[in-house]
C-alpha cells in the first residue's frame, strides 16, 4: 500500500483544464443517470406503479411531464426508477466481464503457448456464437431473471475483454523491463501482478467501459422481447415494447426511454475512448 | 552578426548551384498554449559543391534545422528567419514550389534504412520512381539509368530486382542514397545516414557519400551526433547544442584546434580505441531543454570554465580565425588550459590473470527459425574467470545478445551447456524455483535501452526496493544504493518518465547491483545514450566492477569502449567465435580477418587526439 502511494507521489499531476468540452458533457450526463440510478425512489415525483386508469393514456403536462401510459402511469417517474435496473444489471456485467476476461487475458499472454491457445481457442469459439440468440434461448428456456441474464451476457462478452488484454499483454511483454523483471527471479504472480497489470491498466479500463455500453444495449433489447424481466416492473426495454402503440398519443413514452439508452451509452462511450487515449499517449512517452 | 559573417566567407567555386544560407533561423515548437524555442538564432551558410557537417547530440535541435530546410517541419513547429536556397527563399515558398525542390534540387537521405524503403517494392520500382519524369517514362533508358545509378553507390545490376527485405541494412541505405540522388540534386541531406548501421558498413556508407559528393560536385549537409563521422566526410563543421551554435569552422581546425568547451569535452569523451583512459573524462549532468537555457550559455551548467556571466549572458559567436567562429565567453581561459594540459594518461593493462571460472559456456547453439539459413549461434564456448572483465563484440545479428539472452534465461538454446557458478541453467524451464532464484543471484543484467527496461508505472525507490528484497534487503538501503550509481535520494519517489536516459540507465544499473551479483552482464548499455553521457555510465561500470570484483560480460559494437572496459575479449562473427584474446592484444595485432576489418573501420574515423598519439 505504501509503495503504491509512493508510486502515485511521484506522478505528475494532472490538470483539469484541457479536458474537452464533450467530456464534461458525457460525465455530467453520466453522473446524472448515477444519481437517478442510486436515489431515484426517492425523486421520482410520482410512485412508479400507481394506476390512473380514469386518465389512461395522456401527452406531457404540467402534471406529467412526460405524460402518462395506457394504465395512466407517470412516464417520468418510470424512467426515473427504471435507472438503477437499467444500470445495476450491466456494471455487474462490466465488473464480471472483466475480472475473468482480465486474468484470462493476462494469463494468455504471459504464458503464451499451449495456456494461450486453450484459452484463445475457447474465446474464439464463445466470440462465434450468436449471441443475442443465445442469450434469447438460455433466458427463455430456463425463465431466468435478472442474475441469469447478467452472467450469459457477461459469458457472451468475455472473449472481448480477453483478447483486449491479451493483445495488450503481449504488446508489453517484449519490454526490457518483463525481461528485466524475469531475470530478477520475481516469481510469475508477482510479474503478471505487479509488472504487467499497472501497465494493462488502461486498456482493461476501457474494455470494461465498452462491455458495460454493449451490456445496456443486451439488456434493453431482452426486455423489449420480454426476456428476463419482471412484468410490470419499470424497465426502460419493456417501456419502449409497450410504448409502440401508443406513439401517436404521447411520443414520449417512446422517446424518453430511447433517448435515455443512448445517453448512457453515448457518454460512457465518449468517456472511455477518452480516457484510453490520455492513458496510452502516456504510457507512450 | 557581422563576426559571423566575415567567419563564413564561401571558400569554393561555384559548379552547379547548391549555395544555402541560414541567417538568424529561429524555430519554436507552439501549442497547448506555450512556445517553446529548440532552435535559436542559428546563423550558418554552405558554399555550392561543399560538405557541412551538423553535429550535435539528441535535443541540439539538428535534425529540426535540416527539416526546416526542405520544409518538412511537423505542423506545430514554426521557423523564422532566412533560409535561402540558390538565392532564393525556402521559409517564404509556398508547399507547390517546396515539392518541386524536394527531391529535385534538395534530397534527402533518412537514418533508418530499414523503415525508409517500400518494403515490397523491388529496388528497380524504387529507383526508377524518383527519376525525372523524361527518362522515367521510357522504359529502356530507365533500365539503364537504374543500372547506372545502382553503379554509383556501388551495388550490382541484379539488385535492381530484388525486393527491400532481402537487402541488408548497409545495401538498403545505399538504394535510398541512389534514390535521393535520382534527380541529380545540387544538395543532399543526410540525416544520421550510417547510426542504424554496423561499424564496418557505416565507414563504407560514410565513404561512398563522400566519394559522391566530391566527385559530382554537389553540396552536402550531414547530420550526425558523431564528431568522428564529420571529419570524416565533412569540410566544414557546425557544433550545436541545447539549440545554438557553439563552433563552427573548417573539420581540420576542429579536429586540431577545437576551441569551445563542449566541442573539446565531446572528443574527450569518446574513449580512445589505441590505449586504456585511466580515468574517463565524462562531461558532467545532462543535456537541458533548449527552452531553459534560452539567456544564458546553454553549456554553462556542465562547463569547466562556467563563471557567472555564463549563466546571465548568452555568448555570440567570435570568429577566432578567420572562417573559425567560436559562441564562448571564455575562451582566453580554455586557451590559457590548452598551454598548460595536453599530457594523455596512458594506462598499461596487466595480462588477465587466470581466475576460477564463475560462468561455463560450452558448444551453445541457436536458432529462432527451424529452417534458419544458419543458427543465430553456433556452437560458441567461453568462460569468464571470478572478478574478469569479459568483452564480446560484433556487429548487428552477429549473436551476441542472443548468447547474452540464453545465459540469462530469455532464450532457451538449443543445444550446449551455460554452467553459471557451478548451477547448469542450460534449459531454465527445467529449473526448479529455487535454483532459478539462485542463478538470478549470481547473474545479473543491464540491458540496451533504458527507456523500456523501467516499468514506467513503478517509482524509482519502488522498482530497487523489489531488487533489494531479493537479497533480504529492503527499502532503508535505497539511498544508499543511488548514492552508489551517483544520483540524489530524492530520486527514489520519481517516476521513470521524469529522469533522463543516463539517469536511467543508472537506475537499471542499480537495480542490478541491488542483488550483489557475481557476474554483471551489459549488452549495449550506453549504445542508446547520448555520446556526452556515454562515459558516465561507463566510468559508474567499470569501477564498480573493480571496487565489487565482480565479473562481467560485456556486450558492444564498439571497439574503443571494450578497450576501456575489458581485459579479455571475444570476437563474434555470423553466431561463431572467430577470435579471442587479451584486449589488448585482439585490438592492437588482430588475426582473424573480421577482426582486421572491424578494427579498420574504426581507423578511417579516429579523433586527432588520438591520433596525435598513436
Known amino acids: 500500500m505504501s509503495r503504491l502511494a509512493e508510486a502515485r507521489a511521484g506522478a505528475p499531476r494532472r490538470s483539469l483544464r484541457r479536458v474537452p468540452i464533450s467530456i464534461v ?13 442510486v436515489f431515484g ?47 445495476a444489471g450491466p456494471i455487474v456485467v462490466a465488473i464480471a466481464t472483466v475480472l475473468v476476461g482480465a486474468s484470462l487475458g493476462l494469463l494468455a499472454g504471459y504464458f503464451g503457448g499451449r495456456t494461450d491457445d486453450i484459452i484463445s481457442r475457447v474465446a474464439d469459439l464463445i466470440w462465434s456464437l450468436p449471441g443475442l440468440l443465445v442469450a434469447i434461448v438460455v433466458i427463455g428456456v430456463l425463465q431466468g431473471g435478472l442474475w441469469l441474464t447478467v452472467a450469459v451476457i457477461a459469458f457472451i462478452s468475455s472473449p472481448h475483454a480477453i483478447r483486449q ?3 495488450a499483454t503481449l504488446a508489453q511483454i517484449g519490454l526490457p523491463y518483463v525481461a528485466a523483471a524475469r531475470t530478477m527471479g520475481l516469481s510469475d504472480v508477482r510479474i503478471v501482478v505487479r509488472h504487467l497489470l499497472p501497465n494493462v491498466r488502461a486498456t482493461v479500463i476501457t474494455t470494461a467501459m465498452l462491455d458495460f455500453v454493449t451490456a445496456i444495449l443486451v439488456f434493453a433489447a431482452l426486455a423489449f422481447l420480454r426476456i428476463g424481466v419482471e412484468p410490470g416492473a419499470a424497465n426502460w426495454g419493456t417501456m419502449l415494447a409497450d410504448g409502440q402503440t401508443l406513439i401517436t398519443v404521447n411520443l414520449a413514452v417512446i422517446a424518453a426511454p430511447a433517448i435515455a439508452i443512448v445517453a448512457v451509452a453515448a457518454s460512457i462511450t465518449v468517456i472511455g475512448d477518452w480516457g484510453h487515449e490520455r492513458a496510452t499517449g502516456e504510457a507512450g512517452r | 552578426m557581422s563576426a559571423v559573417e566575415t567567419v563564413l566567407a564561401p571558400p569554393t567555386v561555384r559548379r552547379h548551384g547548391g549555395g544555402l544560407r541560414v541567417d538568424s533561423l529561429d524555430i519554436r515548437a507552439e501549442g497547448r498554449g506555450r512556445s517553446e524555442r529548440i532552435v535559436r538564432d542559428l546563423t550558418f551558410d554552405l558554399a555550392p559543391g561543399a560538405a557541412l557537417g551538423i553535429v550535435g547530440e539528441s535535443g541540439s535541435g539538428k535534425s529540426l534545422t535540416a527539416k ?38 534538395i534530397a534527402l537521405v533518412m537514418q533508418d534504412p530499414f523503415t525508409m524503403l517500400h518494403p515490397l517494392q523491388r529496388v528497380g520500382a524504387t529507383i526508377t520512381e524518383s527519376l525525372v519524369p523524361e527518362v522515367r517514362r521510357d522504359r529502356e533508358r530507365a533500365r539503364n539509368e537504374v543500372v547506372r545509378r545502382l553503379a554509383e553507390v556501388g551495388l550490382d545490376p541484379s539488385v535492381a530486382a530484388r525486393r527491400t527485405f532481402e537487402l541488408s541494412g548497409g545495401m538498403r541505405q545505399r538504394v535510398g542514397i541512389a534514390a535521393a540522388l535520382a534527380k541529380d540534386p545540387a544538395l543532399l541531406i543526410a540525416d544520421e545516414p550510417t547510426t542504424a548501421l554496423d561499424a564496418s558498413t557505416q565507414s563504407d556508407v560514410l565513404a561512398l557519400l563522400g566519394g559522391i559528393q566530391r566527385a559530382r560536385g554537389m553540396s552536402l ?3 550526425t551526433h558523431d564528431l568522428g563521422v564529420a571529419f570524416g566526410v565533412c569540410d566544414r563543421i557546425l557544433v550545436m547544442y541545447a539549440g545554438s551554435l557553439m563552433e563552427l569552422g573548417a573539420a581540420r581546425d576542429l579536429r586540431d584546434d577545437a576551441q569551445h568547451p563542449y566541442t573539446r569535452a565531446l572528443m574527450r569523451a569518446a574513449p580512445p580505441i589505441t590505449h586504456v583512459l585511466e580515468r574517463f573524462d565524462p562531461i558532467p549532468g545532462n543535456v537541458p531543454r533548449p527552452g531553459t537555457v534560452e539567456s544564458q550559455c546553454p553549456f554553462a551548467a556542465r562547463c569547466e570554465f562556467a563563471v557567472d556571466t555564463c549563466r546571465t549572458v548568452r555568448p555570440e559567436p567570435i570568429a577566432v580565425t578567420p572562417g573559425h567562429g567560436v559562441a564562448c565567453l571564455r575562451l582566453d581561459a580554455v586557451r590559457a588550459s590548452l598551454r598548460r594540459s595536453d599530457g594523455a594518461t596512458l594506462l598499461r593493462v596487466e595480462e588477465p590473470q587466470a581466475a576460477p571460472d564463475v560462468a561455463r559456456v560450452s558448444g551453445l547453439t541457436k536458432s529462432y527459425r527451424r529452417n534458419a539459413a544458419r543458427p543465430a549461434i553456433d556452437g560458441v564456448s567461453f568462460s569468464i574467470g571470478e572478478g574478469e572483465a569479459l568483452g564480446l563484440v560484433g556487429g548487428t545479428g552477429s549473436g551476441k545478445s542472443t548468447i547474452a539472452r540464453c545465459m540469462m534465461g530469455l532464450a532457451t538454446a538449443d543445444s550446449g551447456e551455460i554452467v553459471v557458478g557451478g548451477l547448469d541453467v542450460s534449459d531454465f524451464a527445467g529449473l526448479t524455483i529455487a535454483q532459478r532464484r539462485e542463478a538470478y543471484r549470481t547473474e545479473q543484467m543491464v540491458f540496451q535501452d533504458p527507456y523500456a527496461s523501467l516499468n514506467p508505472k513503478l517509482s524509482i525507490g519502488a522498482a530497487l526496493t523489489e531488487a533489494l528484497e531479493i537479497r533480504g534487503g529492503g527499502r532503508t538501503e535505497v539511498p544508499e544504493l543511488l548514492e552508489r550509481v551517483g544520483l540524489p535520494a530524492e530520486y527514489a519517489t520519481r517516476m ?15 537495480r542490478a547491483l541491488a542483488i550483489r551479483p557475481r557476474i554483471l552482464i551489459c549488452d549495449e548499455p550506453v549504445a542508446a545514450l547520448d555520446v556526452s553521457v556515454q562515459a558516465q555510465i561507463l ?4 569501477t564498480t566492477q573493480a571496487e565489487q570484483g565482480m565479473s562481467m560480460l560485456f556486450i558492444t559494437h564498439d571497439l574503443a569502449v571494450v578497450r576501456q572496459m575489458t581485459t579479455r575479449l571475444l570476437v563474434c562473427h555470423n553466431g561463431v567465435i572467430v577470435e579471442e584474446g587479451p584486449t589488448e592484444r585482439v585490438l592492437d595485432h588482430p588475426e582473424h580477418r573480421y577482426t582486421r576489418q572491424l578494427r579498420a573501420a574504426v581507423d578511417t574515423s579516429r579523433s586527432p587526439e588520438e591520433e596525435r598519439l598513436a
Open chain 1, 41 to 87: 425512489t426517492l425523486v421520482a415525483p410520482y410512485d412508479p406503479d400507481l394506476q390512473d386508469l380514469a386518465l389512461g393514456v395522456a401527452p406531457p403536462s404540467a402534471a406529467h411531464w412526460l405524460g402518462t401510459d395506457q394504465l395512466g402511469r407517470d412516464v417520468f417517474s418510470r424512467l426515473i426508477v427504471a435507472t438503477g435496473p437499467a444500470l
Open chain 2, 221 to 223: 549537409v550531414l547530420i
Open chain 2, 539 to 542: 566510468e559508474l561500470l567499470r
Open chain 2, 68 to 105: 526546416a530546410i526542405i520544409g518538412l517541419l511537423p505542423a506545430n513547429v514554426l521557423a523564422t528567419g532566412i533560409i535561402e536556397f540558390d538565392g532564393k527563399s525556402l521559409l517564404d515558398a509556398t508547399e507547390p514550389e517546396l515539392r518541386a525542390v524536394r527531391g529535385a534540387t
Open chain 1, 25 to 37: 458533457v458525457a460525465a455530467a450526463t453520466a453522473l446524472v443517470f448515477l444519481f437517478l440510478a
Open chain 2, 496 to 510: 521513470p518518465h521524469t529522469l533522463s536516459g543516463g539517469e536511467r540507465q543508472r537506475v537499471a544499473i542499480a
Open chain 1, 165 to 167: 488484454t491479451r493483445s
